[in-house]
């Protein structure tokens, strides 16, 4: 959404507020995301803190325009830090498809 921020919309589902009963607790998160073919690993440390209709500006920005399923709610996170992890022990996987890839 900015420099320092990320966000997501968190759709009507399951109804396990398991993330949100959580953050009531303690807002800090941490969020891995693996590109495996690539070996490479982001880590994203920060502070969450959810929305809700009455922000719209911010609840229009996490739309997926022709998905039509109903947004609960949103979170947003701002990034305190990351790091890229070093890619010593990421195994590459591959999703079908993608064969065995020459890595570089």
Request: charged share 25%; aromatic share 10%.
């Amino acid at each position: 959404l900015d420099e320092s921020t990320i966000g997501f919309a968190d759709f009507a589902g399951n109804r396990q507020y398991v993330s949100v009963g959580n953050l009531a607790a303690n807002d800090r998160v941490s969020l891995f995301f693996m590109d495996y073919p690539n070996r490479k690993r982001l880590k994203i440390l920060g502070r969450a803190r959810l929305v809700g209709g009455d922000e719209g500006d911010v609840m229009a920005k996490l739309t997926h325009p022709g998905y039509r399923a109903r947004i609960e709610r949103g979170l947003l996170i701002t990034i305190a830090a990351f790091d890229w992890n070093c890619p010593q022990h990421i195994t590459p996987r591959f999703a079908d498809g993608d064969g065995a890839r020459e890595q570089t």
